[in-house]
């Protein structure tokens, strides 16, 4: 079978950059078969420098350790500007994996803005630029005719906005409810359990689970943020994150997660977000479940979210891996999705 | 905006056919100004005859009534071969909703191999012609380059398919594990609370739920019909009905069932499909699932359907309404799928 090129550039060689490389060269030969597609990447972008060839880049490319080590490569190039490598190959996809900003989007917003504008199709683990003009690059995506995916920014390999957009296509979403932050969730289930805030959240960062500086997560900003961009793409709002009352999971105590479970409720911290008429509301705050609610066994570092519908009822998807691998697994279902044939 | 004509073809008028007939209608506007399509049905097929006309058929074209009422209208022509209605008109999409035959697949089975041969889409409700001839029917779209949809027959409005297929691809999908049957899982949750099966089964088919001869659902066969499709569609498996070892709940005690509860486990009707290499596995039984599996909180009469994957971990869908209109919109969206653009 003859093979279309799919030529990716991926920006950003941090942990979910570093998974991404891995598994689309673990992958290339199924996406091959299955798909028809010759997925590969010829440049890798860091801050200062670009690793680049006319091939495909492969293991023997890139130096084992860190971003810091690309530029030990042969192919190390410094300061390339991007606009370079958009034009030194047939248009494919930008893979966006640089760290999050939800305050600017930057440097991610102006990285996928050239790309669109470039004739780039574009799939992003980052949020923050769609945070940021969520309808600005929805807009450019449009004119450019190209593909704006972000379903690894969304929930990783949880598949928020493939069964919003794709499965539930035709039905009207009348409301979302999601368990959309695996650290704020095993935090709770751990404090369900009997531990104390603090005695949690040091068992969740002792184990990798919660981050030096956990403020996004427990704080209910991440889970807003991914909220904003399943709400926006699904239900058709605009929400800002100035808009969305955000209350996290900081000041709670034992006693008030232990009372939930004693009333045979499960407290978790909820995104909400609903339409009346043509009013929409978002909120993200902790929400004692009953045990009916199809988000109630949802716990430790799993996700979930539930789409409430006109005429296929509540539908819910819970799982997926939030790791780097399966962000990286999701970036990669979100390529063969803009090529695939229907 | 201009719209893309959709013709369809209805055949089938019973519940489900029915309440296609009247969701298509509610949802035009919908699907225009959304996805830019003009979807409409100009035929409704019966075993005796057709209701046809040039333009598409409104709630004034129809009779209230059930099919043996289509026979009054203005439109109705006796005798109607479908081939006709194929050449009729700019080529769109076959909605098959006639009855299920697990054996024969027929009528389904001709309806759909004609359609394909003549260049329209397919999207069918009805499992049987995939349960008999998978493969055959898969290539049969392949050469002919149109899609075969049957998101309705795999499980209504819980998007088992989508999800298998478009969620999860890239990822390798090494196990599936489904209660695909919602009167057998009614029954169980009932004898979970205490009732005998025949207490149960009378409940169920005292609320509509089960069907006055419920044997295909209680004896497993509607389950393993279900994962016959979607392994087969999403494993690359080639399993026939007869490879299949099925167990069903008749004989089950209200004992057994709450032996599972006493030991914080849920007794389910479980359909099974793995893979260990080029070796598939497929069948369907009751199973006690512990707490932690991701499928114990589905009861009543609830549907859902985990994959577990390489790169993705376990990811699971519930829910989805399993009435007339459930899959009604089921075929909906799948029509929408075919035309919609990436």
Chains 1, 2 share one sequence.
């Not at 379903?151 to 039905?171: E, F």
């Not at 519908?309 to 539908?315: A, S």
Request: proline letters at 5%.
């Amino acid at each position: 079978m003859r093979c279309k090129p799919v030529n990716l550039i991926l920006v950003g060689y941090g942990n979910v950059g570093r998974a991404f490389f891995r598994l689309q060269l673990e992958k290339r030969l199924l996406a091959r078969r299955r798909y028809g597609l010759d997925i590969g990447v010829f440049a890798v972008v860091e801050v200062d420098g670009v690793v680049a060839s006319k091939k495909f880049l492969d293991e023997t490319s890139l130096p084992p350790g860190p971003a810091s080590d690309l530029e030990r490569s042969p192919l190390w190039k410094k300061n390339l500007p991007l606009d370079a490598l958009f034009r030194a190959k047939e248009p494919g996809v930008l893979i966006e994996c640089t760290p999050t900003n939800l305050r600017t989007g930057e440097p991610a917003l102006t990285h996928i803005r050239t790309a669109l504008d470039s004739g780039w199709h574009v799939a992003t683990a980052n949020k923050g630029p769609l945070v940021v003009d969520f309808a600005g690059l929805r807009q450019k995506a449009k004119e450019n005719r190209v593909a704006l995916k972000f379903g690894g920014a969304a929930a990783a390999a949880l598949p928020t906005l493939d069964v919003g957009l794709y499965s539930l296509a035709g039905a009207e979403v009348k409301s979302i409810e999601g368990i959309l932050n695996g650290t704020a969730n095993h935090i709770l289930t751990r404090m369900g359990e009997g531990m104390s805030y603090q005695e949690a959240l040091r068992d969740a960062q002792s184990k990798g689970i919660a981050e030096h500086d956990p403020s996004l997560d427990v704080e209910g900003w991440d889970t807003a943020a991914k909220l904003l961009l399943i709400a926006n793409a699904v239900m058709g709002s605009s929400f800002t994150l100035q808009e969305m009352k955000v209350k996290g999971i900081a000041g709670l105590t034992p006693r008030i997660v232990q009372k939930s479970a004693g009333e045979g409720k499960a407290l978790k911290l909820l995104g909400q977000a609903s339409r009346e008429e043509a009013r929409f509301k978002a909120q993200v705050s902790p929400v004692a479940l009953d045990r009916d609610h199809p988000l109630f066994g949802v716990s430790g570092t799993n996700k979930g979210i539930t789409f409430f519908t006109d005429t296929m009822g509540p539908v819910t998807v819970t799982g997926g891996k939030s790791d780097p691998r399966g962000a990286a697994a999701a970036l990669f279902k979100d390529i063969i999705n803009i090529f695939r044939p229907a």
